[in-house]
């Protein structure tokens, strides 16, 4: 957990610091922008909407400037089950605290009316909003120039930055745009800090992710993954992870299982040699899968998943 004492910069440098939050509605790729920003692999990323659930923190320190930004689950209108309420609570909550605003579009998609819906809650916000048009890579070039008036319309005389996350197209500059916009003060964070999650909840999510990427249509909306069991070995370079899947049917077990094992097998191995990658040692992980009915609405379950 990172430290809230900040490092000790002179003001007559004009060093910058303050939060960031990412907001857009699902799908919109706020999770590759702030892998992309940090420059390390922070939140989980999949092609299917809502992969984000809870507030993730990246931060980038410059020579002057540090930011802090807040990677949120998208907004959406509509939240069926207590966990999509609790999505939606995490992501307003994050924009109460913010010294500024990055929102998102998806330019594949264009501007949609939840987009405007967004648009009109940040336009009377206090705060600077730099509106992004993310996946220009995906169209023609000729359909950006009237999506970047849309949305100048939408929300008149803020920056607009036109980029791919992915492909870290204009990434460079976005940057630039939201350091002039913070305010003055010292750095938050360690300069070696990139986030406040611990390496337990990363574990999860990089479970999660696989769930997501290797099993289809409902069955990633009905798990969730809990780390019980966070053992380092030093001596050996070696972390040892016990980590349960749980999901609402017996008939989603069955699929995050697989014939004889293999897809849990599957899904631990491209887990466990993405945390050696990020941790820089040896992993040791081990699986399984619970049926836990109705978790998704269960409070006390939610609150043991930080939900």
């Not at 990323?45 to 998208?74: E, H, N, W, Y």
């Not at 939240?79 to 579009?105: I, Y």
């Not at 390496?199 to 969730?224: C, D, G, I, K, N």
């Not at 070696?238 to 989603?252: D, K």
Request: proline content about 6%; aromatic content about 4%; charged content about 20%.
């Amino acid at each position: 957990m990172a430290s809230r004492v900040g490092l000790s910069v002179p003001l007559d440098l004009q060093f910058r610091c303050g939060f960031v939050a990412l907001v857009g509605r699902p799908n919109v790729g706020k999770s590759t922008l702030l892998n992309a920003l940090v420059g390390a692999k922070l939140a989980i990323v999949s092609p299917k909407p809502q992969t984000t659930r809870t507030r993730i923190l990246g931060v980038k320190t410059l020579p002057q400037a540090q930011v802090i930004f807040v990677d949120t689950p998208g907004l959406h209108p509509h939240s069926s089950s207590l966990l999509n309420q609790r999505m939606v609570e995490t992501a307003l909550h994050a924009l109460q605290d913010t010294d500024v605003m990055v929102f998102l579009v998806d330019a594949q998609r264009g501007v949609i009316p939840a987009d405007e819906d967004i648009a009109r809650r940040l336009s009377s916000m206090p705060v600077p909003v730099i509106v992004v048009l993310n996946k220009i890579d995906l169209v023609a070039r000729t359909t950006l120039l009237p999506l970047l008036e849309r949305l100048a319309l939408l929300l008149p005389g803020r920056d607009l930055v036109p980029l791919s996350a992915l492909t870290g197209e204009n990434t460079a500059e976005l940057l630039k745009t939201i350091t002039a916009s913070l305010p003055v003060g010292t750095a938050v964070y360690p300069e070696d800090e990139l986030t406040d999650q611990s390496e337990r909840v990363l574990a999860q999510e990089a479970v999660r992710e696989q769930l997501f990427l290797q099993t289809q249509q409902e069955v990633p909306y009905a798990t969730a993954v809990m780390v019980e069991e966070f053992t380092e070995k030093p001596e050996k370079s070696l972390v040892l992870i016990r980590a349960v899947i749980y999901v609402e049917r017996p008939s989603q077990r069955a699929i995050i299982i697989g014939e004889r094992g293999t897809r849990l097998k599957q899904i631990g191995q491209a887990a466990r040699l993405q945390l050696e990658r990020l941790f820089g040692r040896k992993v040791f992980l081990e699986l399984f899968v619970k049926v836990a009915k109705g978790w998704t609405n269960d409070p006390e379950r939610l609150r043991e998943l930080g939900l």
